[in-house]
């Protein structure tokens, strides 16, 4: 069936098309499209030409609509690239600082701990020249300063971030500790290195040998991994786990012997160190300290950081502690800072670490 329709065409033109009723609902739709095309064509009525004719031409879909624009979104910018470290040479015990210029991802840290000597008794003093050459070839923390008095107290919070309300020297067995430390923070990646020490874990004393300098042996939490990790010191020494803790014996370490004694034991024993396989990589750090001074320097003492991408003749008037260099260890190892290491200043800064 088809039906007359009137379309508008040209504005002002109403023509009338014989559509069918589908073709007309498809129209109305939007399904067909009226295409108008160009023409000169004289009117019986006026003869004027008009310019315009319409016809349906076929079918077509109608054209889609634009989409909306979309809003660029603004570029992020990269974040600037952390300059790699820069090797200038193996380190080595000739020369173990400066090797590199900025810091390596660390694999190692080694803490030698010394006993009760302040810091005026090694820096400067005729008597450790080993030591004074070490920290003039390194870097050396000039206001340092150890937590408390006795011995133990100081290990427990130099490796847990507090003493734990310990205030004597007793052995293991009169401290059992349960709380967090470095060592139960690495699971077995950590060793202790106990010169003289008879047995693993030594829980007593013997010969040359005090359990107050061997805090692993207090932490229960590591019961298991101390019967394994924490041994008598080798030649050379096993340097190979993450963190290595090392206590010379009661002669070496300056606590029954004197001050030259210890650092002659230094001389012949830190060259092993510096020419490991760990060190020559370049990405371990060692530390020297003491536990605690003699008792008439403020418990100031002298501490030395070998590192390869310290530079040579480094020195720091910025005020350090026991808790400093746990922080600046777990940092460097990537774990949380423990108790007082939390708010303790970093060293890695000051030393380029």
């Known amino acids: 069936m088809a039906r007359t329709f009137a379309v508008a065409a040209g504005g002002h033109l109403r023509l009338r098309w014989r559509l069918s009723v589908a073709t007309a609902r498809r129209l109305r739709a939007g399904s067909y499209a009226l295409v108008a095309r160009a023409g000169r064509r004289r009117s019986a009525l006026d003869g004027a030409p008009h310019?315009?004719?319409?016809?349906?031409?076929?079918?077509?879909?109608?054209?889609?609509?634009?989409?909306?624009?979309?809003?660029?979104?603004?570029?992020?910018?990269a974040p600037a690239p952390v300059p790699p470290a820069v090797s200038m040479g193996h380190p080595s015990s000739a020369a173990p600082c400066g090797q590199t210029t900025g810091a390596p991802a660390w694999q190692h840290v080694v803490w030698v701990?010394?006993?009760?000597?302040?810091?005026?008794?090694?820096?400067?003093?005729?008597?450790?020249?080993?030591?004074?050459?070490?920290?003039?070839?390194?870097?050396?923390?000039?206001?340092?300063?150890?937590?408390?008095?006795?011995?133990?107290?100081?290990?427990?919070?130099?490796?847990?971030?507090?003493?734990?309300?310990?205030?004597?020297?007793?052995?293991?067995?009169?401290?059992?500790?349960?709380?967090?430390?470095?060592?139960?923070?690495?699971?077995?990646?950590?060793?202790?290195?106990?010169?003289?020490?008879?047995?693993?874990?030594?829980?007593?004393?013997?010969?040359s040998y005090a359990p107050k300098h061997n805090p692993a042996a207090?932490?229960?939490n590591v019961a298991a991994a101390c019967a394994t990790q924490d041994v008598p010191l080798a030649d050379p020494p096993d340097l190979s786990a993450r963190f290595t803790f090392v206590t010379p014996n009661?002669?070496?370490?300056?606590?029954?012997?004197?001050?030259?004694?210890?650092?002659?034991?230094?001389?012949?024993?830190?060259?092993?160190?510096?020419?490991?396989?760990?060190?020559?990589?370049?990405?371990?750090?060692?530390f020297v300290t003491w536990d605690e001074d003699n008792g008439s320097q403020g418990n100031r003492v002298a501490t030395l950081v070998l590192a390869p991408s310290t530079q040579p003749g480094t020195t720091s008037a910025t005020t350090f502690s026991h808790y400093s260099l746990l922080r600046t260890t777990e940092e460097m190892l990537g774990l949380p800072p423990l108790a007082g290491a939390a708010t303790a200043v970093s060293m890695r800064a000051a030393f380029g670490l």
């Open 51 to 77: 310019t315009t004719r319409l016809r349906i031409f076929g079918v077509r879909p109608p054209l889609p609509a634009k989409p909306a624009p979309v809003a660029p979104v603004p570029a992020v910018p």
């Open 218 to 220: 207090y932490y229960t």
């Open 113 to 207: 701990i010394m006993e009760n000597t302040g810091y005026s008794g090694i820096i400067g003093a005729s008597a450790a020249p080993y030591l004074n050459g070490l920290a003039a070839r390194c870097g050396l923390a000039t206001q340092y300063f150890a937590i408390t008095h006795p011995s133990l107290p100081n290990y427990i919070a130099m490796t847990s971030g507090s003493p734990q309300g310990i205030h004597d020297d007793a052995d293991p067995s009169a401290h059992p500790l349960a709380a967090p430390s470095i060592f139960s923070q690495l699971g077995t990646d950590w060793r202790s290195l106990q010169e003289s020490m008879p047995v693993t874990c030594g829980g007593t004393s013997k010969g």
């Open 250 to 286: 009661l002669c070496h370490d300056m606590h029954d012997c004197s001050v030259a004694q210890g650092d002659a034991w230094l001389a012949g024993w830190m060259p092993k160190v510096l020419d490991s396989p760990q060190y020559q990589s370049g990405t371990t750090a060692v």
